[in-house]
Structures are given as C-alpha cells and as structure tokens.
C-alpha cells in the first residue's frame, strides 16, 4: 500500500489549531489510504497531481468550518478526478 503525503498540508498548519492541523492530515492520509485500497492504479505522473488535488479539497472544506475527519475525508474522495479500479476480469 503506498503512503498519503500530508506534509503537503504543513505549509498551511499555521492557520489551524494543532489539534485542527493534526485532524486534517489524518483526513487526507484516511482519503489516500482509501483510494489505494480500491486498488487504485495510476501512472507515476498522476500521483503528485492526486495528491495534490486532495490536499486542496481538505483545505478548501477546512477553510469553510468543516473540521470533521470523515467529512474532510469523504469531500476529498468525492472530489478526486482518478478513481480507477481494475476489471473484475484482472483478478
């Protein structure tokens, strides 16, 4: 299973409460892990513009009030443009 980057978020921990900041990483890393468990397969391209795109839809939910875990988490994963799953027929 491959690992979320929530260092993308650092740059913006300074506008959270610690506990805030903590909350979102632990969002986007839970949105990361979910995607990956979906089997999610990507171009090693795709990978940083996932990650980023993730990062921002946390942000941006934060930035309106949201500070709720799986409220960020499932906002990110609504919002992400590459869900892929293989055909059941790849099993």
């Known amino acids: 299973m491959a690992v979320g980057d929530a260092t993308m978020l650092a740059e913006y ?4 409460r610690p ?6 990483a632990a969002a986007y890393d839970a949105a990361w892990n979910d995607l ?3 089997r999610l397969t990507l171009s ?15 942000l941006a939910s934060a930035c309106n ?9 499932e906002i990110a994963l609504r919002g992400a443009p590459l ?6 027929s790849s099993f």
Request: glycine share 2%; no cysteine.
């Open 36 to 38: 990956w468990a979906e």
């Open 19 to 24: 506990e805030e900041a903590k909350t979102l």
């Open 13 to 16: 921990s300074a506008y959270f």
């Open 83 to 88: 869900r892929h799953r293989p055909s059941a």
């Open 65 to 73: 009030g949201n500070r709720d875990l799986e409220q960020l988490k």
């Open 44 to 58: 090693p391209d795709q990978i940083p513009v996932l990650r980023q795109r993730l990062a921002q839809l946390i």
